[in-house]
Structures are given as structure tokens and as C-alpha cells.
Nanobody, 125 residues
Framework: QVQLVESGGGLVQAGDSVRLSCAAA????????MGWFRQAPGKEREFVAA????????YYGDSVKGRFTISREGEKNTVFLQMNSLKPEDTAVYYC??????????????????WGQGTQVTVSS
């Protein structure tokens, strides 16, 4: 079993920056692909970013490209999401995800096997 623990988030103003962290505990000896998704009230879960190892198979959602950066701590299953130039439409619960079934990152939520509890990011205008 794997547990994902997220931290960061909170209430910020438009234009601010926030950094989210996610650390995996449990069966984590292999550096698995990890990703970030978000879900706003009344909307479907949206892909934000994903990566395998550092500099490898990195993807971003169109709405965050150029503003958000995903990174990870070496080959550990710890991933970060640096969010810059935040907009009110970025307001959502952000979820960290880990994929153990296949060693490539993915944009599809259904490809991920473990999920964090979510952390709220609220951007005021």
C-alpha cells in the first residue's frame, strides 16, 4: 500500500505563487510516475501536470502551461507543484496521484492507482 500526503495550498491573491508538496509513504522504492490533478466545485477532475523521473515525460494541462512547474526530489516519490501567476480560475482542490501499474506518466486520472486526500487552493481576485 502507498499513502500520499500533500501539503501547501491555502488562500492567496491573484498573481501570487504557491508551492504544493506531495510525499509518498509505503511501498515506494521504485520511482513511479506522479501527477497533479484538480477539481473545482461542480466540475470534473482536471489534469494539471505529470512526470516520471526528473526531466522525463513531463506533461502539463493547457490551462497551466507556462505558469505551473512540476518537479520531484531526485528519484524519490516526492513531487512538487510550483504555481505562479495564479488566477481565480485556478481555485480548486488539488490532488496528488501516483501510478504503479505502468512506468510512464499519463494525463488520464484513471491511469493512477493512488491518490492524496487533496489540498485546497483558493485564489481571490
Amino acid at each position: 500500500q502507498v499513502q500520499l500526503v500533500e501539503s501547501g495550498g491555502g488562500l492567496v491573491q491573484a498573481g501570487d505563487s504557491v508551492r504544493l508538496s506531495c510525499a509518498a509513504a509505503g511501498r515506494t522504492s521504485t520511482p513511479y510516475p506522479m501527477g497533479w490533478f484538480r477539481q473545482a466545485p461542480g466540475k470534473e477532475r482536471e489534469f494539471v501536470a505529470a512526470m516520471r523521473l526528473s526531466g522525463n515525460s513531463i506533461y502539463y494541462g493547457d490551462s497551466v502551461k507556462g505558469r505551473f512547474t512540476i518537479s520531484r526530489e531526485g528519484e524519490k516519490n516526492t513531487v512538487f507543484l510550483q504555481m505562479n501567476s495564479l488566477k481565480p480560475e485556478d481555485t480548486a482542490v488539488y490532488y496528488c496521484a501516483l501510478r504503479t501499474s505502468y512506468l510512464l506518466s499519463s494525463r488520464s486520472a484513471s491511469d493512477y492507482d493512488y491518490w492524496g486526500q487533496g489540498t485546497q487552493v483558493t485564489v481571490s481576485s
